[in-house]
Nanobody
Framework: QKQLVQSGGGLVQPGGSLRVSCAAPGTSFSLYVMEWYRQTPGKQRELVAVITSGGTTNYADSVKGRFTISRDNAKNTVYLQMNDLKSEDTAVYYC???????WGQGTQVTVSS
């Protein structure tokens, strides 16, 4: 199955926190790199966080120190914890299984007072 199912997102005030989740039905979840992207209208989709099967993480400079990607292999789920949110973080967030056509449906995150 190629569908990834996202949850979370919504409206949050600047400085607030939000967590988005992505469930990956099927087998071999623990073997794959998982990624979070975000996209604003008129801009190219941006890779913001990556986690490998071994738990190594990488982040875009714009979110480093504020966002944390994690995974729970028992639940076939990857998370993005977003802290100290800024208006510039407003975007549609997508999870992705690295090297595949497995994408989540996207979830809107809006940071506004």
């Amino acid at each position: 199955q190629k569908q990834l199912v996202q949850s979370g997102g919504g409206l949050v005030q600047p400085g607030g926190s939000l967590r988005v989740s992505c469930a990956a039905p099927g087998t071999s979840f623990s073997l794959y790199v998982m990624e979070w992207y975000r996209q604003t209208p008129g801009k190219q989709r941006e890779l913001v966080a990556v986690i490998t099967s071994g738990g190594t993480t990488n982040y875009a400079d714009s979110v480093k120190g504020r966002f944390t990607i994690s995974r729970d292999n028992a639940k076939n789920t990857v998370y993005l914890q977003m802290n100290d949110l800024k208006s510039e973080d407003t975007a549609v967030y997508y999870c992705h299984r690295g090297g595949t056509l497995y994408w989540g449906q996207g979830t809107q995150v809006t940071v506004s007072s």
